[in-house]
């Protein structure tokens, strides 16, 4: 079994739609929880990163973890063709950057005008 | 401000040779973490160097090696390549050790084995 589980859809949607993007984790260690975007032939831009259970938002993204489930989830509002690319989860056990990352596989969104 | 630079781009070898991959980390970073990523496949991490030492590693064989130089800057090793070595190599800064340093990622070495 992974230690992260992520639906590789791809996920298509209309333009305007709420996106809504999971992944569920196996190790209760992990503390730090991301969201990287990575578009085609590009490297993984993060996008949020929080370190606690509940909701954080930034803009038309918003991330959700729920600890007790190992459930994490980001949801795009108003989403826009140039939202188009890889979402990876991603988590650490530590909050330093000393902490290696484990990331899900990825899910491709594509955004339809 | 540079981010993140990795070179080369591109690179194409054939089984039983060896490569070197080069990372510049973003201006003022001092920590290097290198990832593979295989097709359809998220990152995952070979190994960190801090301080011109490697910190922590990955599930890795040991043809994976690497170095940081005095300038923070960073290389990475592949021996005895293999088809399954083919992956997108990709290179990520950070500051210090400390808490909430997130990591930035450069556009990766794309590596091809014939």
């Known amino acids: 079994q992974k230690e992260v589980e992520q639906d590789p859809g791809p996920l298509s949607v209309p333009e305007g739609a709420i996106v809504s993007l999971n992944c569920t984790y196996s190790n209760s260690a992990f503390q730090y929880f991301m969201w990287y975007r990575q578009y085609s032939r590009k490297g993984p831009e993060l996008l949020m990163y929080t370190y606690s259970s509940g909701n954080k938002e930034d803009g038309r993204f918003t991330a959700q973890v729920d600890k007790s489930s190992k459930y994490i989830s980001l949801f795009i509002r108003d989403s826009q063709p140039s939202d188009s690319a890889t979402y990876l989860c991603a988590m650490s056990a530590l909050r330093s950057s000393a902490s290696k990352i484990i990331f899900g596989s990825g899910t491709r969104l594509s955004i339809r005008p | 401000d540079a981010g993140v630079t990795q070179s080369p781009t591109h690179l194409i070898k054939t089984r039983g040779q060896q490569v070197t991959l080069r990372c510049s980390p973003k201006?003022?970073?001092?920590?290097v973490s290198w990832y593979q990523q295989a097709l359809g496949q998220g990152p995952q991490f070979i190994f960190q160097y801090y301080e011109e030492e490697e910190r922590q590693r990955g599930n890795f064989p040991d043809r994976f090696s690497g170095h940081q130089f005095p300038n923070y800057s960073s290389e990475l090793n592949v021996n005895a390549l293999l088809l399954g070595d083919s992956a997108l190599y990709l290179c990520?800064?950070?500051?210090?050790?400390?808490?909430?340093?997130?990591?930035?990622f450069g556009d990766g070495t794309r590596l091809s084995i014939l």
């Open positions: 201006s003022g970073h001092d920590t």
């Open positions: 990520a800064s950070s500051l210090g050790q400390g808490d909430n340093q997130p990591q930035h």
